[in-house]
């Protein structure tokens, strides 16, 4: 019977792991799609605003050679009228004036016309470019929620199956965060310095190519390539800070949250207050880390979803335990529909109660609409991480 179950499991895990590596499969095409119409888009988006300024020069001078060609014309007049008093060479150079006047206007406009039409085709083609990636992300959203609800389905269905010990339970689960983790810091990478560097990559090449032909022009164009780097800059050290502050292990953790509140009030705008009670102890890493992420986590979701203007955070040292509360007086919500209403707020309140109780410590939420949202922990400071 044990032998039965085991093949049935590993049947049952063969086919689960042949459609998740197809659906996987399916999400990268439909990321290769989405990628390759965000660059194309990009490159449309720099052929129009060259289309633009043309178009914006041509006009302008069509406008000027207008003006010359009607005073050709009016010159002409006066020289017809007076075409006695006129001598043959002048009235030569009038009409051959007017007519080279009126042969490069008739050009200049149909310069202009093409050049509308380029800049016409241009925007047709850009705004069909973005439907493609704004559908393609969309896609990949949808498949992503699937792949989660999937993941979060069969791993309830293993645990059932198998009948696991706890250990072998917690082992799973920190394999899953730790997917999480990468996935979490792939997203941040792809959507952040990733595009950002794509953008450096057009800016570049954009600039290569008006060196020659309109300096100042390329000038504003490294101004803001030099801008976007810094920009990418930037969010690398923001995703090294979000995979363990260095502060952590320099500092300790309140003077990490201190820092970390104190950004986060210049970035948010949100009043947060933060109260220390008791004498911080030795803490175990994995313990100090958690507790950061979990007041990241928290802060997050309130950024994001609360509306809040007032936060407070509260930590305090009891016994050989840490708890923390974090309150805000934001929108609050339906605890029982949280998790099928709110899938971004559903999987972080997950992601924090299973953090917390995988370290054997306590988690509770308190929360109801308009009321504002109240999170609580508890959590050892010391844990045998060897099992």
């Known amino acids: 019977m044990r032998n039965w179950r085991r093949f049935a499991i590993d049947k049952l895990n063969s086919i689960i792991k042949d459609t998740v590596d197809a659906i996987e499969k399916s999400r990268d095409q439909i990321f290769e799609i989405a990628e390759s ?14 289309a633009k300024a043309q178009t914006s020069k041509i006009i302008d001078e069509v406008d ?12 002409l007049m006066i020289v017809s009228k007076n075409i006695k008093e006129q001598s043959e060479n002048d009235i030569r150079e009038a009409y051959d004036r007017a ?37 393609a992300e969309q896609l990949v959203s ?18 059932t199956l198998e009948d696991i010990k706890q250990k072998q ?40 190519k008006l060196i020659d032909i309109d300096k100042e022009r ?15 800059l930037a969010d690398v ?31 948010t705008g949100i009043e947060v207050d933060l109260h220390v009670f008791g004498d911080e102890r030795q803490i175990k890493n994995i313990i100090e880390l958690a507790s950061f992420r979990i007041i990241q986590e928290a802060m997050n979701n309130i950024q994001k979803h609360a509306n809040a203007r007032h936060v407070a955070v509260k930590l305090e040292f009891v016994d050989d335990n840490i708890s923390i509360i974090v309150s805000d ?47 609580f922990v508890t959590m050892p400071l010391q844990i045998n991480e060897g099992g």
């Open 99 to 135: 007519k080279d006047m009126q042969v490069g206007l008739m050009a200049k406009r149909i310069e202009e016309q093409q050049l509308m039409q380029k800049r016409t085709e241009l925007e047709r083609r850009l705004k069909a470019a973005r439907e493609t990636v704004k559908k």
């Open 169 to 208: 339970y917690l082992g799973v689960k920190i394999i899953k965060a730790q997917e999480e983790e990468r996935q979490r810091v792939a997203r941040d990478i792809h959507d952040g310095p990733a595009q950002l560097m794509t953008n450096v990559v057009l800016k570049a090449d954009l600039c290569q």
């Open 329 to 375: 007086d934001g929108n609050g919500f339906n605890k029982d529909k949280v998790k099928v209403d709110s899938q971004d707020s559903g999987y972080g309140l997950i992601s924090m109660k299973e953090r917390v109780e995988l370290l054997n410590g306590k988690f509770d939420i308190a929360s109801s609409l308009g009321k504002g949202t109240k999170i």
């Open 64 to 75: 000027i050679l207008s003006k010359k060609e009607k005073d050709s014309r009016y010159k």
């Open 218 to 232: 390329a000038k504003e164009e490294l101004e803001n390539l030099k801008y976007v780097t810094r920009s990418s």
């Open 142 to 159: 949808k498949v992503g929620v699937v792949m989660g609800y999937l993941s979060s389905g069969l791993q309830d269905l293993f645990v």
């Open 37 to 50: 119409a965000r660059i194309e888009s990009k490159k449309i988006e720099e052929e129009l605003n060259i």
């Open 237 to 267: 050290r923001k995703i090294i800070y979000d995979l363990r502050p260095m502060s952590l292990d320099d500092l300790g953790l309140i003077p990490t949250v201190d820092r970390y509140i104190k950004n986060y009030i210049n970035n």
